[in-house]
């Protein structure tokens, strides 16, 4: 049976598992890291140790998922030569160097720099200390941005040529800066955000629950849930662009988004439906009239075309259909329970258990739009490997099927146990920096540190003993 499996599907199937599981820890790490420095300045500002305690448990936290990060990473990019050897002997010369600029201007930052962030505490300086997590910071940052250059160059290709079948660069700032970048590159980093602010406040609203009362408990919930609600509102807005960047350059995806069959003009806003390829209709269909039109075209009676254009070269419409609805409704959620919860912690006043339990069901919230917004992405770009050039048919290796269904079946179980193991280690160290925490009552007096300009600032508290 396993002689009849399909290769392609099962090779997508399988980069799209190993994407799925990666890609949850660089959304936690890339904004984390900037939170911690958030952290430290806190501290440095006020002297109040709470905030310190805060960066004690997070920075841990950090090290756990970046450990998994690159783990996972390195298995990532193993595939692009075993199952997908297409793309790289067609696009190598691009993404090749993409690649390496990572490696190069990234991950050496953060290799150099995360021990001393995570070890360094009492063995350097205060002041090289918090370099080193400025440092972590900016490479993670600069770590997404190459990533996401070469995923948006994928979608939007420029500035290159082929000769004889191979793909050569022509210019380089057209291919960083293409027409897709700017969009996927901020909704990606606010996103990453989003998803801290959500997980930061939710362990912090588990350890509330389980009636942890010292000052960092609070106070990182409050970051969180402040964060959330300044940056979703932004998060829908650069959304918006990025839809109307996706209606210019792929709007193939936009019509299996929205399930547009048919080129028309004042095309209803389908909020949910199921799609039917084989009728090419959407059954049960809840329409709002006109809206697609107004929010794509900015005119009520603004022309989409259909999937009747593009001759069969169209993604799969329920899946796109769904995750992004999937992801919109996350967003939505976030908006509300961010607004709600800012408004009750207001002014130093704590959580009620109702809004204590909802921020604990949104902890893993941002993990769940992410994975849905990259679904809508990355499948919504079927069937092209880079959009308009290849066909993800011409890329795929000949590895034979029952072999990748083997080792899919081994990524699989190891991700479940992985992700089981990431979570249940999350929690105990949530609860252990419980434990260990003061209490208001019994907590040492904090010593105030003279404020200065500058980030960073000397604190002879945190010097080497033997300096």
């Given at each position: 049976m396993l002689d009849f499996l399909d290769p392609l599907l099962l090779a997508r199937i399988q980069f799209a598992a190993n994407i799925s599981f990666h890609i949850l820890f660089p959304t936690i790490t890339i904004a984390l890291a900037w939170v911690l420095l958030f952290f430290k300045w806190r501290y440095h500002r006020s002297g109040d140790m709470k905030w310190m305690d805060a960066y004690a448990l997070w920075v841990k936290v950090f090290a756990l998922s970046f450990s998994l990060g690159v783990v996972s990473g390195i298995i990532m990019s193993f595939q692009f030569g075993t199952n997908w050897p297409g793309f790289m002997n067609t696009f190598g010369n691009i993404a090749g160097p993409l690649l390496a600029y990572e490696v190069l201007t990234a991950f050496f930052i953060e290799a150099i720099f995360v021990g001393i962030m995570l070890f360094g505490f009492n063995r350097v300086s205060n002041r090289v200390h918090t370099l080193s997590t400025l440092a972590v910071a900016l490479a993670t940052t600069l770590s997404a941005f190459w990533i996401l250059v070469l995923n948006s160059w994928m979608h939007t290709p420029a500035g290159f040529e082929m000769r004889d079948g191979v793909a050569h660069a022509t210019d380089w700032w057209a291919i960083i800066f293409n027409p897709s970048f700017p969009y996927r590159f901020s909704h990606m980093m606010v996103a990453s955000f989003l998803t801290v602010a959500f997980f930061i406040a939710g362990v912090s609203a588990w350890r509330w629950l389980r009636g942890d009362r010292s000052p960092a408990v609070l106070a990182t919930m409050r970051t969180g849930v402040y964060m959330g609600a300044l940056l979703i509102p932004l998060q829908i807005f650069i959304g918006d662009l990025h839809g109307l960047n996706t209606l210019k350059y792929q709007p193939a995806k936009i019509a299996a988004i929205e399930a547009i069959w048919e080129t028309d003009r004042g095309v209803p806003l389908v909020l949910f439906g199921l799609p039917d390829e084989e009728a090419r209709t959407t059954h049960f269909a809840i329409e709002i009239p006109k809206l697609a039109s107004i929010i794509l075209t900015h005119d009520p009676d603004g022309e989409l075309k259909g999937l009747n254009e593009f001759?069969?070269?169209?993604?799969?419409?329920?899946?796109?259909?769904?995750?992004?609805?999937?992801m919109v409704g996350i967003g939505m959620a976030m908006l509300v329970v961010g607004f709600w919860a800012a408004w009750q912690l207001r002014k130093g006043r704590e959580p009620s258990v109702l809004l204590a339990r909802v921020l604990l069901l949104m902890t893993f919230s941002g993990w769940v739009a992410v994975l849905a917004g990259w679904y809508t992405t990355e499948i919504g770009r079927q069937p092209w490997m880079v959009q308009g050039v290849q066909l993800v048919a011409d890329a795929v290796g000949p590895v034979p099927g029952p072999q990748i269904a083997l080792t899919l079946v081994g990524y699989l179980l190891l991700y479940a146990v992985l992700l089981t193991a990431y979570i249940?280690?999350?929690?105990?160290?949530?609860?252990?920096?419980?434990?260990?925490?003061?209490?208001?009552?019994?907590?040492?007096?904090?010593?105030?540190?003279?404020?200065?300009?500058?980030?960073?600032?000397?604190?002879?508290?945190?010097?080497?003993?033997?300096a």
């Open positions: 001759e069969n070269k169209h993604p799969p419409v329920a899946v796109v259909f769904w995750t992004f609805r999937v249940a280690v999350l929690f105990r160290m949530a609860k252990k920096a419980g434990l260990a925490g003061s209490s208001p009552t019994d907590a040492p007096p904090a010593t105030p540190i003279p404020v200065s300009p500058g980030l960073i600032l000397p604190n002879p508290a945190l010097e080497p003993k033997n």
